[in-house]
């Protein structure tokens, strides 16, 4: 368990010593290491596996076509931070400490640097020590846990880094990194290992020499390597293929036709990420650890509106991008491998974020480590081929004032602008939200409002009207 100290203004950082049984013992296939892949804007339509004709994506194909592919799995909210708090803490959007990447009241004021170099100030809530995550979950249970890049949990708060919120080992970058230091997306010049600010000497002075997809990768690499005797939790989130599209390697170019320079960039970005995913596993298999090692692969919301939707078809289809509750914005990959355990499936079980916290806990047995109040259930037996009943329960999101959207079975109601009516869906017959039938089934809308005002909590940092003082 992570205990944090504050001194003098120093956030410092211990982890409880395992007894020597938990630190010898092996991960196996019944209680097996997790790797954990997220993708960053990746449209539901990127990879081949999930329909794309054009992204070549050999490895995280293969993943797919030996294990278990859903098709109806949801991101925890259609932009990146609530996501990922989503997915580390169990809770949905009406439930979770971060319901959007800034907040009207509270949190901490910085100022924010977009991938083109804009600078605004904006108000961001961020994890607190009282938030249990994913890793102190698996923690009680012997698992060493890693991060690697990408946390977007830390809000203004440099205190608040994965390494100070249930993670053993953290490398990349957080959003303080950004306001103090500039550009960090694809070639970094500084990147934290811990608490230390380290340099990538290679990248000085803007060179683009090490892409951050490799530097990631083999952070991931060497902390499998010094952990592959104990079991362990890794957490990897890629940047690809967020905005800016910066990919200097053109190996692929003349393969991706007659596109735009930044959808040829947008295609490599991600053929870059699963080439990266491939040396991943090979680490993974040249140690021996393939078979006690679960592999799961995801991406933390839809396609951003710069993508090259049309060009690519990135959202299959679906309604919708990044930053909208309609199913292009929501609906992601997940693939989920291991072999001899998990077996070759397509499912269509209507799963999403909150549901990984309680899964992963009843893989590694940490179940009784769950705090109280999470919204996700445990799908852990269909992975290996049983039968959950996922579809009875409502999943839920909310931009709190502005959007809305819960799933129940093969009904959706969903509305993406402040203070309009919710429309109404039968996703099963229409996964486009082409035909609103709000006013042919009045009483399944009314259902489901009733249970969406329910699964929505008051947060202090987004009251809405009437909340204020409560």
Sequence with gaps: MKTNLLLSGVVLSYTTPLSAQQVTQKATPERPNIVFILADDMGYGDLHCYGNEHIKTPNIDRLA????????????????????????????????????NQCPVGGIEGMKISPRGDTTYIRRANLLPEDTTIATVLGTAGYRSCLVNKWHLDGYDPGASPNHRGFDEFYGWTISTVVSNGPYYYYPYYRFHGDSLINISENAHDAHVRHNTEI??????????????HPFFLYLAYDAPHEPYNMDNTSWYDEYGEWTPDTKRYAALVTHMDENIGRLLGTIDALGLRKNTIIIFASDNGAAVMA??????????????????????????????????????????????????????????????????????????????????????????????????????????????????????????????????????????????REMQAAHHPSPYWPLPGEEKK
């Design 65 to 100: 076509a030996t294990g278990t592919r859903f098709t109806q799995c949801y991101a925890g909210s259609g932009i990146s931070s609530p996501s990922r708090c989503s997915l580390m803490t169990g809770k949905n959007t009406g439930n979770t400490r971060i319901r959007d």
């Design 216 to 229: 990631s990768t083999d952070d991931a690499i060497a902390f499998i390597h010094r952990e592959k005797d």
């Design 308 to 449: 090259p939707l049309k060009e690519l078809n990135c959202g299959a289809g679906l309604r919708g991008h990044k930053g909208q509750l309609y199913e292009g914005g929501i609906r992601v990959p997940l693939i989920v491998n291991q072999p001899g355990m998990v077996p070759v499936q397509e499912l269509r079980n209507t799963v999403y974020f909150p549901d990984i916290m309680p899964t992963l806990a009843a893989l590694t047995g940490s179940s009784r480590s769950l705090p109280k109040g999470i919204d996700g259930m445990d799908i852990h037996q269909l992975f290996y081929g049983k039968p959950v009943d996922t579809d009875h329960r409502l999943l839920y999101w909310e931009f709190p004032g502005k959007q809305r959207a819960g799933r129940k079975g093969d009904w959706k109601a969903v509305s993406v602008k402040p203070n309009q009516p919710l429309e109404l869906y039968n996703i099963k017959e229409d996964m486009t939200e082409s035909r609103n039938l709000a006013s042919q089934y009045p009483e399944k809308l009314q259902e489901l409002e």
